[in-house]
């Protein structure tokens, strides 16, 4: 980075660095649990053929509420959710940035349960909110009974829960929701915010938090189209909740802040969400081989309900870390001693890494 030394850069802001993973040109990226698997070809002419026609229209701002587009997410996601009740944005890390911004600020504390998603942090401090990672248990698993107890010990106003877990894929249980809204609500009245990220590649018929949304407006569930629908390039993220909590985001959303493009595009995904979703179950599939071959290495992998696995038993991260990029596969060091996270790619990248793996291990 440049120097910013000669800039009245905010006192709490300096010496910070913004996040960011390596990003490499390699021939096999397994680093950032993007889905590696291409979208289908019927689905791209689709989505072409809607951008096509909202070029046509470039010259005049796109719809600000994006009622279309709501509508669609409400229809996905179904739960007799409408469209007064999602809110969407340019992924998920600007609707958590939107929620911090309406919910947070000097004066108010946000929480999680470390190690999670690092940006919770980063966006807390770009709107002056205190954050706290209060500690997991073991294996990095939760309970009600702890979650309850960290609530009320630390009292904060904004409550982060990754469900499944980043980067550990811990899945979290809907017990663990509604004891952090209890307990958040007798401390302080606060929010609860359930990032679901990763949720499709739970088990089947794993239910999400949204079945808990009834009578809670101060639950929110954010979710992407990143990971499961392939389209982290597309930038789209949105959020389930009480209409009222659509309400205060409009207070601190940038005026027409998804393109028309980028709603084009979306809706074309939604409307083959089932073709864009066939590849999650070959995904579950190479996420739990990860589980079963890293273990008959000796390796010690978590539980995970997410499309990575996080496994620990290194001597030394950093260099298994190198040696797998010399041999062109990139995986992630998040920071933990002793441990990589490697995202289930197709077979044939799966393959790949376990052999690499396995060479470097034997080396």
Not at 110 to 120: C, D, E, K, R, V
Not at 178 to 195: C, L
Not at 321 to 349: F, H, K, Y
Request: a negative charge.
């Amino acid at each position: 980075m440049s120097n910013l030394d000669k800039l009245p850069l905010r006192d709490d802001l300096k010496g910070r660095r913004p996040y960011g993973a390596p990003q490499l040109e390699v021939p096999i990226a397994l680093n950032v649990n993007e889905n590696t698997h291409r979208i289908p070809r019927a689905v791209i002419e689709d989505i072409f053929s809607r951008i096509a026609h909202a070029t046509l229209q470039l010259n005049r701002y796109p719809d600000r509420e994006f009622i279309k587009l709501r509508e669609a997410f409400a229809t996905y996601l179904g739960h007799g959710l409408t469209a007064e009740q999602i809110w969407a944005a340019n992924g998920s890390n600007e609707i958590l940035q939107q929620i911090v911004q309406a919910f947070g600020g000097r004066g108010r504390l946000a929480l999680g349960f470390g190690p999670t998603y690092s940006m919770y942090s980063i966006i807390a401090s770009g709107f002056e909110t205190a954050y706290l990672d209060a500690p997991r248990l073991d294996r990095y698993e939760l309970t009600p009974e702890h979650i309850r107890q960290q609530i009320l010990e630390h009292k904060p106003n904004i409550v982060l829960l990754c469900s499944p877990n980043n980067p550990t894929g811990t899945p979290l249980s809907l017990d663990s929701v509604e004891a952090a809204y209890e307990a958040v609500s007798e401390a302080t009245g606060g929010i609860v915010v359930v990032d679901e990220a990763y949720a499709e590649f739970a088990p089947a018929n794993t239910p999400s938090a949204i079945t808990l949304l009834p009578g809670r407006e101060r639950l929110m569930v954010s979710r992407t189209m990143s990971k499961a629908f392939a389209f982290a390039g597309a930038r789209v993220g949105y959020l389930a909740a009480d209409a009222s909590v659509v309400d205060a985001l409009r207070l601190v959303r940038l005026p027409y802040h998804l393109s028309a493009l980028t709603q084009a595009a979306a809706e074309g995904a939604l409307a083959h969400a089932a073709s864009m979703l066939a590849t999650v179950d070959d995904i579950r599939v190479q996420r739990d081989r990860l589980v079963a071959e890293l273990a008959s290495m000796g390796l010690d992998p978590y539980r995970s309900e997410a499309n990575f696995v996080l496994f620990a038993g290194l001597q030394d991260s950093a260099a298994t870390w190198q040696s797998l990029l010399d041999r062109g596969i990139l995986v992630r060091n998040v920071g933990i001693p002793g441990t990589l996270r490697v995202t289930a790619g197709t077979e044939s990248e799966t393959s790949q890494f376990l052999s690499s793996l396995r060479e470097v291990l034997a080396g």
